[in-house]
């Protein structure tokens, strides 16, 4: 019932700036946060930046390049990626928590998006 659809990821060279972009659609109640996430080769997916309530939280190793926020368009999120670098390739990962129609109830869930990649090139 809920999607979400990543999109902006592509090839940069380090130093570079990337916007992605989500977008969520289905049974939305409320959404609480949004956030994005990444997975590397080989590495566990981790968090990168969320946004809750107009609240935005960040990693350490984006603090400062990376910016989260939410579109002007209602269920949307933004992550403003500036000054790439090569560890910054990954998969990533759009998420939605919050409250969402099913079974003609109200519950609070947590979705995925299928990822856009992110490739940094030197």
């Known amino acids: 019932q809920v999607q979400l659809v990543e999109s902006g990821g592509g090839l940069v060279q380090a130093g570079e700036s990337l916007r992605l972009s989500c977008a969520a659609s289905?049974?939305?109640?409320?959404?609480?946060?949004m956030g994005w996430y990444r997975q590397a080769p080989g590495k566990q997916r981790e968090l990168v930046a969320r946004?809750?309530?107009?609240?935005?939280t960040y990693a350490d190793f984006v603090k400062g390049r990376f910016t989260i926020s939410r579109g002007n368009a209602k269920n949307t999120v933004d992550l403003q990626m500036n000054n790439l670098k090569l560890e910054d390739t990954a998969v990533y990962y759009c998420?939605?928590?919050?409250?969402?129609?099913?079974?003609?109830?109200?519950?609070?869930?947590?979705?995925w998006g299928k990822g856009t990649l992110v490739t940094v090139s030197s």
């Open positions: 998420n939605v928590e919050g409250q969402f129609v099913l079974l003609s109830t109200i519950s609070d869930m947590n979705y």
């Open positions: 289905g049974s939305i109640f409320s959404i609480n946060s």
């Open positions: 946004i809750t309530n107009g609240i935005p």
